[in-house]
Protein backbone atom coordinates (compact mmCIF):
# COMPACT_ATOMS: atom_id res chain seq x y z
CA UNK A 1 0.00 0.00 0.00
CA UNK A 2 2.90 2.75 0.02
CA UNK A 3 1.78 3.27 -3.43
CA UNK A 4 -1.25 5.13 -3.13
CA UNK A 5 -2.80 7.09 -5.80
CA UNK A 6 -2.55 10.63 -4.71
CA UNK A 7 -5.95 10.78 -5.97
CA UNK A 8 -6.83 8.35 -3.21
CA UNK A 9 -4.98 10.43 -0.72
CA UNK A 10 -6.61 13.87 -1.59
CA UNK A 11 -10.31 11.71 -1.33
CA UNK A 12 -9.08 11.04 2.17
CA UNK A 13 -8.43 14.18 3.27
CA UNK A 14 -11.25 15.46 1.78
CA UNK A 15 -13.16 13.38 3.55
CA UNK A 16 -11.63 13.90 6.74
CA UNK A 17 -12.01 17.16 6.41
CA UNK A 18 -15.78 17.44 5.71
CA UNK A 19 -16.51 14.94 8.54
CA UNK A 20 -14.53 17.71 10.60
CA UNK A 21 -15.90 20.31 9.03
CA UNK A 22 -19.58 18.75 9.79
CA UNK A 23 -18.40 18.54 12.88
CA UNK A 24 -17.40 21.58 13.53
CA UNK A 25 -20.72 23.24 11.80
CA UNK A 26 -22.75 21.27 14.24
CA UNK A 27 -20.64 22.27 17.56
CA UNK A 28 -20.84 25.65 15.88
CA UNK A 29 -24.86 25.29 15.15
CA UNK A 30 -24.68 24.51 18.92
CA UNK A 31 -23.11 27.54 20.09
CA UNK A 32 -25.15 29.98 17.97
CA UNK A 33 -28.36 28.02 19.56
CA UNK A 34 -27.12 28.38 22.75
CA UNK A 35 -26.22 32.19 22.35
CA UNK A 36 -29.66 32.84 20.60
CA UNK A 37 -31.50 31.32 23.44
CA UNK A 38 -29.18 33.36 26.05
CA UNK A 39 -30.07 36.46 24.26
CA UNK A 40 -33.98 35.95 23.94
CA UNK A 41 -34.00 35.42 27.58
CA UNK A 42 -31.75 38.29 28.12
CA UNK A 43 -34.65 39.76 25.98
CA UNK A 44 -37.42 38.56 27.26
CA UNK A 45 -35.91 39.79 30.96
CA UNK A 46 -35.15 43.70 29.52
CA UNK A 47 -38.91 43.77 27.70
CA UNK A 48 -40.28 42.40 30.92
CA UNK A 49 -38.13 45.09 32.61
CA UNK A 50 -39.23 47.30 30.15
CA UNK A 51 -42.93 46.65 30.64
CA UNK A 52 -42.72 46.87 34.34
CA UNK A 53 -41.28 49.99 33.89
CA UNK A 54 -43.70 51.32 31.42
CA UNK A 55 -46.65 50.26 33.43
CA UNK A 56 -45.51 53.05 36.21
CA UNK A 57 -44.48 55.29 33.23
CA UNK A 58 -48.15 54.51 32.31
CA UNK A 59 -49.71 54.79 35.61
CA UNK A 60 -48.43 58.29 35.99
CA UNK A 61 -49.36 59.09 32.65
CA UNK A 62 -52.87 58.52 33.10
CA UNK A 63 -52.55 60.33 36.10
CA UNK A 64 -51.32 63.15 34.69
CA UNK A 65 -53.28 63.06 31.35
CA UNK A 66 -56.67 62.65 34.12
CA UNK A 67 -55.50 66.09 35.78
CA UNK A 68 -55.08 67.38 32.10
CA UNK A 69 -58.75 66.23 31.85
CA UNK A 70 -60.25 67.87 34.74
CA UNK A 71 -58.19 70.91 34.09
CA UNK A 72 -59.54 71.27 30.36
CA UNK A 73 -63.05 70.49 31.79
CA UNK A 74 -62.88 73.41 34.02
CA UNK A 75 -61.64 75.28 31.54
CA UNK A 76 -64.43 74.39 29.46
CA UNK A 77 -66.71 75.10 32.06
CA UNK A 78 -65.57 78.46 32.55
CA UNK A 79 -65.79 79.22 28.73
CA UNK A 80 -69.13 77.81 28.30
CA UNK A 81 -70.39 80.04 31.70
CA UNK A 82 -68.81 83.09 29.90
CA UNK A 83 -70.54 82.12 26.64
CA UNK A 84 -73.71 82.05 28.91
CA UNK A 85 -73.25 85.50 30.13
CA UNK A 86 -72.20 86.99 27.02
CA UNK A 87 -75.10 85.37 25.12
CA UNK A 88 -77.19 87.10 27.96
CA UNK A 89 -75.40 90.55 28.09
CA UNK A 90 -76.27 90.32 23.88
CA UNK A 91 -79.83 89.38 24.30
CA UNK A 92 -79.74 92.81 27.15
CA UNK A 93 -78.14 94.78 24.44
CA UNK A 94 -80.77 93.93 21.86
CA UNK A 95 -83.37 94.81 24.43
CA UNK A 96 -81.42 98.21 25.23
CA UNK A 97 -81.16 98.45 21.33
CA UNK A 98 -84.94 98.48 20.55
CA UNK A 99 -85.95 99.95 23.09
CA UNK A 100 -84.17 103.15 22.17
CA UNK A 101 -84.60 102.77 18.89
CA UNK A 102 -88.56 102.64 19.90
CA UNK A 103 -87.53 105.53 21.99
CA UNK A 104 -86.15 107.38 19.00
CA UNK A 105 -89.03 106.77 16.80
CA UNK A 106 -91.23 108.19 19.01
CA UNK A 107 -88.49 111.29 20.04
CA UNK A 108 -88.43 111.81 15.99
CA UNK A 109 -93.15 111.87 15.93
CA UNK A 110 -92.56 114.20 19.06
CA UNK A 111 -90.35 116.47 17.26
CA UNK A 112 -92.64 116.62 14.00
CA UNK A 113 -95.65 117.28 16.47
CA UNK A 114 -93.73 120.11 18.27
CA UNK A 115 -92.97 121.43 14.90
CA UNK A 116 -96.64 121.40 14.15
CA UNK A 117 -97.47 122.76 17.60
CA UNK A 118 -94.77 125.29 16.79
CA UNK A 119 -96.16 126.31 13.62
CA UNK A 120 -100.04 126.41 15.39
CA UNK A 121 -98.79 128.72 18.20
CA UNK A 122 -97.74 130.82 15.13
CA UNK A 123 -101.13 130.75 13.39
CA UNK A 124 -102.54 131.48 16.77
CA UNK A 125 -99.85 134.29 17.89
CA UNK A 126 -101.14 135.77 14.20
CA UNK A 127 -104.31 135.86 14.73
CA UNK A 128 -104.21 137.03 18.52
CA UNK A 129 -102.46 140.19 16.80
CA UNK A 130 -104.77 140.60 14.29
CA UNK A 131 -107.73 140.11 17.40
CA UNK A 132 -106.02 142.52 19.16
CA UNK A 133 -105.68 144.95 15.66
CA UNK A 134 -109.73 144.51 15.11
CA UNK A 135 -110.26 145.03 19.28
CA UNK A 136 -108.29 148.32 19.16
CA UNK A 137 -110.14 149.37 15.80
CA UNK A 138 -113.40 148.69 17.42
CA UNK A 139 -112.72 150.57 20.80
CA UNK A 140 -111.59 154.03 18.43
CA UNK A 141 -114.97 153.13 16.42
CA UNK A 142 -117.07 153.52 19.96
CA UNK A 143 -114.83 156.17 21.09
CA UNK A 144 -115.80 158.18 17.66
CA UNK A 145 -119.39 156.49 17.97
CA UNK A 146 -120.09 158.03 21.48
CA UNK A 147 -118.05 161.28 20.10
CA UNK A 148 -120.34 161.84 16.84
CA UNK A 149 -123.50 161.28 18.55
CA UNK A 150 -122.73 164.05 21.15
CA UNK A 151 -121.88 166.14 17.94
CA UNK A 152 -123.57 166.50 14.83
CA UNK A 153 -123.38 164.00 12.01
CA UNK A 154 -120.88 166.31 9.99
CA UNK A 155 -117.77 164.73 8.56
CA UNK A 156 -114.51 166.31 10.37
CA UNK A 157 -111.07 165.82 9.66
CA UNK A 158 -110.57 163.34 12.43
CA UNK A 159 -113.80 161.31 11.91
CA UNK A 160 -112.30 160.73 8.46
CA UNK A 161 -108.75 159.17 9.26
CA UNK A 162 -108.18 156.04 8.27
CA UNK A 163 -106.93 153.55 10.30
CA UNK A 164 -104.68 151.14 8.83
CA UNK A 165 -105.27 146.91 9.28
CA UNK A 166 -103.42 143.91 9.24
CA UNK A 167 -106.01 141.92 7.80
CA UNK A 168 -105.58 143.83 4.66
CA UNK A 169 -109.51 145.06 4.61
CA UNK A 170 -110.93 147.66 2.52
CA UNK A 171 -109.96 150.95 4.03
CA UNK A 172 -112.77 153.15 5.69
CA UNK A 173 -113.96 155.84 7.19
CA UNK A 174 -115.16 155.45 10.92
CA UNK A 175 -118.07 156.78 10.35
CA UNK A 176 -118.88 154.51 7.30
CA UNK A 177 -118.51 151.32 9.94
CA UNK A 178 -120.94 153.16 12.31
CA UNK A 179 -123.44 153.33 10.06
CA UNK A 180 -122.97 149.82 8.56
CA UNK A 181 -122.74 148.27 12.34
CA UNK A 182 -126.79 149.38 12.72
CA UNK A 183 -127.77 147.08 10.13
CA UNK A 184 -129.29 143.35 10.96
CA UNK A 185 -127.03 140.39 10.86
CA UNK A 186 -126.42 138.47 8.15
CA UNK A 187 -126.35 135.21 9.88
CA UNK A 188 -128.62 132.55 9.41
CA UNK A 189 -130.52 130.78 11.62
CA UNK A 190 -131.95 127.04 12.09
CA UNK A 191 -135.66 128.08 11.69
CA UNK A 192 -134.36 130.46 8.73
CA UNK A 193 -133.30 127.80 6.60
CA UNK A 194 -136.05 125.75 7.31
CA UNK A 195 -134.59 122.77 9.82
CA UNK A 196 -136.90 121.16 12.23
CA UNK A 197 -135.85 119.05 14.74
Do not use: C
Amino acid sequence: MAKKDLGDLLREEVQKNSSADINLGEQMSQEDNSIAETEAADDTNNHRAKRALTKADLEALVNDLRAALEESQKYSNSLEQKVADLQSDLQTQKASVQKLKAELKEAEQNSSEIKTLRSEVGKIDKIKAELEDAKNFILQLSETNTKSSKKPATPSKQSQQIVPSKSNEVLTTPTDKVIHSHLPSTTLTNSDIGWVD
